[in-house]
């Protein structure tokens, strides 16, 4: 999965203790650049065990309290929205009955308050608006009880530390206070709150207004949190207002080059909406370009796997993030041997945090790569960039990055010479698992005991004979024809062996894991999808592949399992031995879509879409719970799954792209459509702003009852668009 988080191992100590379910809660969620907050519907971060909810900065929570009372009593929720742009969260509130029962009495719903709150890259801006609906005047105790504990992320998932930093209140002028952490790490991080009034007292943890309102009178309270290192120059009232307008510029000029889809379904527009603002709000700008960060809240930071995933589904949507990921990831890539971070020469990064416990070493994530997929993804990904967009520079100047990535493949990542890429972990704080499914039960034999490393995932092969092709299509591009020769000998002679040891004849599927003793963990998982999604897979075999994985046994009715209900450690509520991960079903559909079998395509495509209408906000999270569908039922929600999540967000693009065989040929600049197919669901999809080199179109597909058509409503160019049935 997205990182350190392994929800199944109740031994490790990067487990996330299912203590509080996010879903109980609808957990309001903004970000921007390194900030993020997690907020409850009625727009308070209310203390309580294990609960994520707070304002953080590069993985410190900066405000771990923030509780808005009227007349010391809790508010009434009415409604909690976070806007279609996803920059915004909308509160609306009333009072309950308050005081004495007579005359003087405020009945309940005579005050509304609405809270207006979006982020900046470095601070939290909220407008309180409160609004007299009685036909009285009203004097109103208005309050607001905040903290900020400055926990490490890593913390507030559970980690004890044997010590911390200490803490100190600065006040400023009566409308702001400064709350201070001076780290083990030599870091001071600060909290300052900025009050316009100024409120009638502000103590270290609690700001009081007292309002006077006529009838039908309303006021305005602004508050800005910053975590230190906003400017605060000029007037606080202004300063809402324009940083909003500076805020959804960036985001609309961010995404105005994305294609657009829009279908004849309100509830899918809903979802494809939703997507696209998850993905956006989600990316980062870096020095290197856009990079999507992994999901809110656990893994608001930089992931190797998951951005190159998010990537390759929105590499016909937004290439551009393609290209940021590259060009980040080249960067960071590990140029030597270091066992405490698990890196070794060429191999991609796995994660990277920065805060406090990172920094100390009190947790090994600073700069990780305990992976094992992310290196040969990364090179997928710069091939499938070069299809999509015929950029041969950058491919150019990450070429001597392409021929690393392979190396650490052929070296360090087959470390015994058997031709199969393996995973051991050198840090024993570190991943025991390091395929995207990281639990420390996720890979096991038929039996149910656990597979010993070295291990050689079935899907890492996959990815490895992927990476091999598209760096010989690279390759021959840049006129190295010998390289290219090789790399496509080494992939064939790869897909040979991979059929010999890992197919499972009565199983009709490939196994999931070779273990340090070569045996095969002969259990039906998910995984053989992937290996679908990379092409290594016999066609005769892709087609048994097919029916087990949408058999009764993985398909859920929502979407595939991660493993079969046959299987001895199969449970649908762990996360990663039975539940169900939409972006796992899309890679899987990708695969599919690759084979010609577009039924199966849309039927994985339908059960998502379905699962989605019942999720809040029309939002796929990380992952649900594996339960069968049943008539009237909603599927069941896995407690601490993150919302949103980028590889999750940018599922839906892939789908649509399998459903309808789109992609792009670089070399004649244009547009294909393989045997397009629509679900049930929808009747007419648009798509707008399909862009290639020469230029860009618009098409629309209309399903009838046997096929769909495509007719094209713009093009603005030579962009020729090919469709093969």
């Known amino acids: 999965m997205s990182g350190d988080v392994v929800a199944s191992d109740q031994t490790s100590r990067f487990y996330i203790e299912s203590l509080v379910a996010f879903q109980e809660r609808r957990p309001r969620s903004l970000k921007n650049g390194h900030t993020f907050a997690v907020f409850d519907p009625h727009g308070d971060v209310v203390p309580s065990p294990a609960s994520p909810d707070g304002i953080y900065h590069r993985d410190t929570r900066h405000l771990s309290r923030l509780e808005l009372r009227l007349n010391d009593a809790p508010l009434l929720l009415l409604s909690s929205n976070v806007q279609d742009d996803n920059i915004v969260l909308s509160v609306h509130l009333t009072n309950p009955d308050l005081g004495p029962e007579d005359d003087k009495r405020l009945r309940g719903e005579r005050i509304h308050i609405n809270r207006r709150r979006y982020l900046s890259p470095n601070c939290c801006h909220e407008r309180l608006l409160i609004h007299n609906f009685d036909g009285r005047p009203q004097r109103l105790a208005l309050t607001l009880d905040f903290a900020a504990d400055f926990a490490e992320l890593f913390e507030v998932r559970g980690q004890k530390r044997a010590r911390r930093g200490h803490q100190t209140v600065e006040r400023g002028s009566g409308a702001s206070i400064s709350l201070r952490y001076f780290g083990l790490d030599g870091c001071e991080r600060t909290t300052t709150l900025r009050f316009a009034p100024p409120p009638l007292r502000l103590d270290p943890g609690r700001a009081e207004f007292q309002l006077s309102l006529a009838p039908g009178e309303a006021t305005r309270i602004i508050i800005e949190i910053d975590c230190g290192q906003s400017p605060v120059d000029g007037d606080i009232f202004r300063r809402f207002y324009s940083t909003l307008r500076l805020t959804r510029r960036a985001m609309r000029t961010a995404s105005a080059r994305a294609a657009a889809i829009e279908s004849s379904n309100s509830l899918f527009n809903e979802l494809a909406r939703r997507s696209v603002a998850d993905l956006y709000v989600l990316l980062t700008d870096t020095p290197h370009g856009p990079y999507p960060f992994a999901g809110i809240p656990w893994f608001s930071t930089v992931f190797g796997r998951d951005a190159i995933i998010t990537a390759l589904f929105a590499l016909w949507v937004a290439p551009e993030i393609a290209k940021g990921v590259l060009r980040f990831l080249a960067a960071h890539q590990a140029t030597e041997t270091d066992p405490a971070s698990d890196a070794e020469p060429g191999k991609i990064l796995h994660e990277m945090r920065d805060g406090e416990m990172a920094r100390l070493g009190e947790v090994p994530f600073a700069r990780y790569y305990g992976s094992v997929d992310a290196t040969p993804l990364f090179v997928v990904l710069a091939g499938e960039y070069l299809t999509r967009t015929g950029d041969l520079d950058t491919v150019r100047r990450l070429w001597p990055h392409i021929e690393a990535a392979l190396r650490w493949c052929d070296v360090y990542g087959d470390a015994d010479g058997d031709g199969f890429v393996e995973y051991h972990r050198r840090n024993a704080d570190g991943l025991a698992n390091q395929g995207w499914k990281d639990s420390h039960d996720a890979i096991f034999h038929a039996d149910g005991s656990l597979a010993e490393s070295p291990i050689a995932l079935c899907e890492v092969q996959g990815y490895v004979y992927a990476a091999k092709r598209e760096a010989a299509r690279i390759a021959a591009a840049l006129g190295h024809a010998g390289t290219a020769r090789r790399l496509a000998g080494e992939a064939e002679r790869l897909r040979e062996k991979f059929e010999a040891a890992f197919w499972c004849e009565e199983l009709s599927t490939y196994g999931l894991a070779l273990d340090r ?209």
């Open 517 to 725: 003793n070569k045996q095969l963990c002969r259990v039906v998982t998910s995984n053989a999808g992937h290996a679908l999604w990379a092409g290594i897979a016999a066609p005769g075999r892709a087609r048994r592949v097919a029916d087990t994985l949408l058999g009764a046994s993985c398909f859920s009715g929502w979407g595939v399992r991660t493993v079969a209900v046959s299987t001895a450690r199969y449970n649908p509520m762990p996360y990663h031995n039975g539940s169900v991960w939409p972006h796992d079903n899309a890679m899987i559909a990708l695969g599919l879509a690759r084979y010609g079998f577009k039924d199966e395509v849309l039927k994985i495509f339908s059960g998502l879409f379905d699962a989605a209408t019942y999720m809040d906000l029309r939002r796929l999270p990380e992952l649900f719970c594996g339960f069968q569908w049943r008539r009237l039922n909603a599927p069941t929600l896995y407690p601490v799954a993150c919302i949103p999540q980028a590889w999750a967000a940018a599922a839906v693009f892939a789908l649509v792209q399998a459903a309808l065989g789109l992609s792009f040929a670089a070399d004649a600049d244009e547009i294909r459509f393989a045997r397009p197919a629509l679900p049930r669901f929808i009747d007419e999809l648009h798509l707008r702003g399909l862009r290639v080199k020469s230029g860009s179109a618009d098409v629309v597909l209309r399903r009838y009852e046997l096929d769909v058509a495509l007719n094209i409503t713009r093009r603005d160019g030579d962009v020729p668009i090919i469709v093969s049935r």
